[in-house]
């Protein structure tokens, strides 16, 4: 059966005006029904953001879609009523049970709704996703005990557990395993280099991620004293480059970096200059005078050793 849509075209030429008539031929779609395409029909998913798509429909100019919480018959909450040109429509849900639909329409009728339904659930397995760490960082040194774990939230988490382990992930624990439902713990901390993981779980599902693990090194300890070895206390050297060195005290904790220090008083008060060695020796030139002399040792964690004795040098 096809319909006729009758139009009245108005057409002018010069001063005379004529009334014509035309028959349009519209395709009944009445009795036809959209063919839909994507998300599956019956599809359970996480993924919250979807593509919904339909053959195109010969004879159809606009196409009305509709997407409701629960069914079309007991409706939970309305989320979609569109008409659209296209045979695409994409947009972000959330975790629940959906139906939507789409019939098509011209000037002369509609087809009847074709129907799917969708389930995003929040309860899915979670064994092949990971928690991404987000402080402090990988191989981070500090010399501060209390240490604040924060790590991103994961979809379909419920809790996460936290462990602490000495010097490798298969090491003693140190702390935990500690079953937490926020993304931040704050804990103190024994000192070493430390391995500390998070793996997400999901109660429903009875599943959960690998742990996600970082490297940690705490250091408290402040460097012992240095010993100076050369030039010898009371010295008296040549106006050249001159060789200072020393040896570190035994090594507390992390890497020890020294500073060498210049001073022209035996109260060390008046800073001549100042400079970071590399190893245990320090090459300079200070000019004509006498000079007071002495190394401090620092570690990677910011932990700051004793000035060593002060030596007196003359340099003329």
């Known amino acids: 059966m096809k319909k006729i849509v009758r139009y009245t075209v108005l057409l002018t030429l010069t001063s005379t005006i004529f009334y014509a008539c035309d028959d349009f031929v519209e395709k009944d779609i009445e009795n036809e029904a959209i063919n839909l395409m994507a998300p ?10 979807h593509t919904f798509w339909w053959d195109w429909m010969e004879g159809a100019e606009l196409y009305n879609m509709q997407l409701v919480e629960g069914t079309f018959s007991s409706v939970t909450n309305f989320v979609l009523d569109t008409t659209v040109s296209k045979n ?6 959330y975790p629940g049970s959906f139906q939507w639909r789409v019939r098509g329409e011209n000037n002369a009728g509609e087809t009847a709704y074709s129907t799917f ?16 760490l987000s402080s402090p960082s990988d191989n981070f040194i500090t010399n501060n005990d209390n240490i604040a774990l924060i790590w991103n939230s994961l979809l379909n988490a419920d809790d996460y557990l936290v462990e602490v382990h000495q010097n490798t992930w298969t090491g003693s624990a140190v702390y935990g395993p ?27 599902s009875g599943t ?10 705490i250091d408290t300890t402040s460097p012992n004293a240095v010993s100076l070895v050369l030039p010898v206390d009371n010295a008296t050297l040549s106006n050249v480059f001159n060789n200072y060195s020393w040896t570190q005290g035994a090594n507390t904790g ?10 022209s008083d035996p109260a060390a008060t008046i800073l001549v200059k100042t400079a970071q060695a590399v190893g245990t020796s320090y090459i300079d030139s200070l000019g004509i005078g006498t000079y007071y002399w002495a190394v401090q040792s620092t570690d990677a964690a910011g932990n700051v050793g004793p000035f060593s004795n002060l030596r007196k040098v003359i340099i003329q």
């Open 254 to 263: 992390t890497v020890l970096t020294d500073d060498i220090y210049f001073y």
């Open 40 to 49: 599956a029909n019956g599809l359970t998913t996480v993924q919250l953001t």
């Open 117 to 132: 339904s969708l389930v995003i659930d929040s309860t899915l397995d979670i064994s092949s996703l990971q928690v991404v």
């Open 208 to 217: 959960s991620t690998a742990f996600s693990t970082r490297t940690l090194t």
């Open 178 to 204: 500690q079953i937490e439902t926020s993304t931040t713990l704050t804990t103190t901390l024994p000192e070493g280099t430390l391995v500390w993981g998070v793996q997400a779980r999901n109660a429903t």
């Open 88 to 93: 695409k429509f994409d947009i972000t849900l």
